[in-house]
């Protein structure tokens, strides 16, 4: 503390105001202004110990002294709130400048194959379509006997196909019907054909999305866990025209208008005639090459209609399936199908399926 140089009682008071009054206006710092009320105001400040002192003043002089020294402590007071409300919205505006720019919000987002799958799904939608859902672990009377497949089937074989070791487990599941066969990982959609047509009655119209899994080397195309759509339409009159005409609109939506379609005959159990489609766009390669095998589909086999208790003479259907993941590398660019498991999240950040 600066030493008071005016002598006198009256002089002490008048120096302290002059002294506590600018360290307050001076104070730049919350810290240094609470340096400052310890100093002169708080119990042991000087003021305070000078108006501690008042009645050792001569009784002449110590009703003004008293007078000052309290108008000084009132006055000290309320220089020091101001002071403090002022130092407070000064560190408040620092805070918060309106014009920097805001922080990013780091948002989630939807792994492009579900992505894929949503898009694929608004698209049936518009198309009349449903969604159906059936088990992942499915018996073999689902995924191949009620899909009219031969028992020697290549794809029947342990080495295409999961099967689940349990065998108990298997029957308790079936609830003791044998006939349903081994528990198995489904390798495709299809089963869910028979599920929905024993459930529902035509006219059926419907997709069902889901996962499957087949005992595949995995590379650059292959996994052994990927994702299809199945798509069935039963009702009375369906011919194949539907069948092509539904396909050709889903794909140009999905994939771009300017798609030209090849229909291939082929052989699958559960249809007959049987299809696989290709397509290619004008100038433009799917990965390098000119063709993109976009499904397998043909119109629902009578032995499978018979097999749910449906008239074929009356009923006919058209199913199809395809796998999204291809879909899903050439629209998001992806070269290599691992990518889409790596769980590297500049892969959801940056990837978007694109037409
Ligand atoms: N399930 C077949 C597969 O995984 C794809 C398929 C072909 C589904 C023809 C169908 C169909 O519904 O009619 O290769």
């Not at 003021?47 to 007078?67: A, C, N, T, V």
């Not at 720019?101 to 894929?116: D, F, K, M």
Request: proline share 7%; aromatic share 10%; glycine share 8%.
């Amino acid at each position: 503390m600066e030493k008071i140089v005016q002598p006198g009682a009256l002089a002490e008071v008048e120096q302290l105001e002059r002294e506590i009054l600018s360290s307050i206006a001076q104070a730049s710092t919350p810290e240094e202004l609470e340096g400052v009320r310890i100093r002169y105001l708080a119990r042991k400040g000087s003021l305070s110990q000078l108006l501690d002192r008042i009645g050792q003043f001569p009784k002449e002089i110590r009703p003004e002294i008293g007078r000052k020294a309290n108008a000084l402590k009132e006055r000290a007071w309320a220089a020091f709130e101001d002071r403090k409300k002022e130092l407070k919205a000064r560190a408040q505006a620092t805070l918060l400048d309106p014009t920097l720019p805001g922080r990013p919000v780091v948002s989630g987002s939807l792994h492009p194959i579900l992505e894929l799958r949503a898009r694929i799904v608004q698209i049936f939608r518009t198309l009349g379509f449903a969604l159906a859902d059936g088990p992942e672990v499915e018996t073999e009377y689902y995924n191949f006997d009620a899909l009219n497949t031969p028992p020697d089937h290549p794809a029947r074989t342990e080495q295409d196909t999961f099967y689940l070791a349990d065998q108990e487990l298997a029957l308790e599941w079936d609830q003791g019907q044998p006939k349903k066969g081994r528990l198995l990982l489904r390798p495709q959609t299809s089963p869910v054909q028979v599920r929905v047509m024993q459930s529902h009655k035509p006219p059926i119209r419907v997709i069902a999305p889901g996962r499957c899994y087949r005992r595949d080397e995995i590379d650059a195309t292959h996994h052994i866990a990927f994702f299809q759509v199945e798509g069935l339409v039963v009702d009375e009159g369906i011919s194949v025209c539907e069948l092509k005409g539904t396909l050709e609109v889903f794909f140009r939506e999905l994939l771009g208008k300017d798609l030209e379609f090849r229909f291939r005959p082929h052989y699958f159990p559960f249809t007959e005639p049987s299809f696989e489609v290709d397509a290619r766009r004008p100038g433009r390669m799917f990965h390098g090459k000119e063709w993109l095998e976009l499904c397998g589909c043909g119109m629902v086999h009578p032995k499978v209609l018979q097999g749910v208790g449906l008239d074929p003479e009356r009923y006919q259907g058209f199913a199809f399936g395809f796998g999204i993941d291809r879909f899903a590398m050439i629209l998001c660019e992806v070269p290599d199908l691992r990518f889409f498991t790596e769980n590297d999240v500049r892969l959801l950040q940056r990837l978007s399926p694109v037409v």
